[in-house]
Each structure stands twice: as C-alpha cells, then as structure tokens.
Nanobody, 121 residues
C-alpha cells in the first residue's frame, strides 16, 4: 500500500513562515502530480497548490506570491513553503498524489492524514 505522511505544521504568528513536507512510501511504480489541499473548520477542502512530475506548478489565487510548492522525485516528496502567513491560512493541510501502483497506465489518488496549521497571535 501507498502511504503519504505530512509533517511541518504548527502554530505561527501572522506574517510568519512554515514549511510542510510530505513523503510517499510503499510499493508503487511512479508518482505523477502531487499537491497540497487544505480544509478550514466548517469549510470544504480546497486546492492550495499542485506540481507536475516535470515541475509545472499551479496555485490558488489566495496563496500566489506567498506559497511555493516544490518536489524531489528521487525522494518521492513534495514540499510547501508558506510565507507571510495570514489567519485565513489556518486549517488542516493535506498532501495528495497520483500514484501508479500497477503495470496498468492508471494513476490512483492518495491522500495523507493531514497536518494542522494555525496562524494566530
């Protein structure tokens, strides 16, 4: 089975920074796109940023110019550098990856359990 494990969340003051990490482990052939999503209390989960295997990125408008997504294919890892954090960035951040687990040309969706980010003074 494939597991995605996030780390790096915590409590930070407004204007501060955090770096989230996510590493995939288990038996698989290849990881395609990876991304970060977040869910604030009483809100739906929303896209934060995604990155293709080749490094192309996409961001939610609310985090552009503040967050940077990156990945290390050799380590099966994706990262999210979050700067100039705001209280509205508070939520549980989830890692997502499209993973090829069989020889078929199919990528299945996998999620981590999430890491809490709280931005508060």
């Amino acid at each position: 089975q494939v597991q995605l494990v996030e780390s790096g969340g915590g409590l930070v003051q407004p204007g501060g920074s955090l770096r989230l990490s996510c590493t995939a482990s288990g038996r698989f052939f290849r990881i395609n796109a990876m991304g970060w999503y977040r869910q604030a209390p009483e809100k739906q989960r929303e896209l934060v940023a995604t990155i293709t295997r080749g490094g192309s990125t996409d961001y939610a408008d609310s985090v552009k110019d503040r967050f940077t997504i990156s990945r290390d294919n050799a380590k099966n890892s994706v990262y999210l550098q979050m700067n100039s954090l705001k209280p509205e960035d508070t939520g549980v951040y989830y890692c997502n990856a499209g993973v090829k687990v069989t020889t078929a040309p199919v990528f299945d969706d996998y999620w981590g359990r999430g890491t809490q980010v709280t931005v508060s003074s």
